[in-house]
């Protein structure tokens, strides 16, 4: 069973019309836009837009299992970082508009492969149409519903997020927020992402996997090490040691899979792929503390060994 499946109708019913007042008013993320047009984030009124529908295998094992998670690329993102590596979605917005019943017949798509989930990357700002072709097809939706995201959220949506999410693939990219004011629009991230994990804290997400070892329930929390910010890193495993010792139930995905993009090829500090010692003193950090996760290879591809 998933929180989906379990929840009443009138209960679903509660959190659409709250996720649909919280997009009216623009108060789906921290920049709180007021639901002018254009919106900050590129979200559009008359449908949802979606870059792709895809069934994935580059998700932590767990998710992606053998079938591939069932994912749902939205268009458009409020962070708007300079080294987005997925900025033709993010930044251009790229993508089709879906009406409700399409977006809908496209998940029972994906669920017809025989995917292990459904997961939403960065859905944040069309949550609560999501939700209403959700359940048209609750009685079809038989998998999790994973929610991938930026990991900055404002609490009124988060709140909702919590009660629909089973599984959680959260970015905390920053602890403190100068590295935000300066690779990212929302300036107080780590205000926000400290906020969200507290919520992430006293929801105590279990972690449960099937039989044949596929993610049914829990945390993941994503860090991409970025070159020349290594100190935001270790700060960031040192904030996520204290939450572990606080009884936050997660695994760490540490990224070391950089590359410069977008905005980033003009940026100085960013213009160049992350060094081997850089990632090698971030992993040895999270070794130190014990935790359980993915920690990637210092030989794997896309890790510079020189140093310039």
Known sequence: MTLLT????????????RADELFRTGKCCPI?????????????????????????????????????????????????????????????????????????????????KKVHNINLVTSDHYLGKVLRAFKKIRSEIKVPIV????????????????????????????VTNEPARELCSIKNYADVVLKCLDMLLEKNVPWVENDLGILQKGLIIRHLVLPNYIDNSLKTIEVLNEYKKRGLNF??????QYFPAYKALDNPKLNRQLHKDEYGQVAALADKYGFDGWIQDL??????????
């Open 6 to 17: 379990e929840m009443s109708e009138e209960k679903l019913d509660a959190l659409i019309e």
């Open 147 to 174: 929610y991938n995201c930026n990991g900055a959220q404002t609490e009124e949506l988060f709140k909702i997020i919590l009660e629909v999410s089973d599984i959680f693939l959260f970015d905390v990219k920053y």
């Open 32 to 112: 709180k836009c007021g639901g002018k047009n254009p919106r900050f984030c590129g979200a559009v009124e008359e449908g949802i837009k979606v870059a792709s529908f895809a069934v994935h295998d580059g998700e932590e094992p767990p998710v992606s299992g053998w079938n591939g998670a069932g994912n749902v690329f939205f268009s458009g993102c409020s962070a708007k970082c300079v080294f987005c590596q997925n900025w033709p979605i993010s930044q251009e917005n790229n993508g089709g508009i879906y009406s409700i019943d399409d977006f809908a017949s496209h998940i029972i798509k994906l669920l017809a």
């Open 299 to 308: 030989e794997e591809e896309g890790i510079d060994e020189t140093q310039n």
């Open 251 to 256: 695994k760490i995905a540490l990224m070391s």
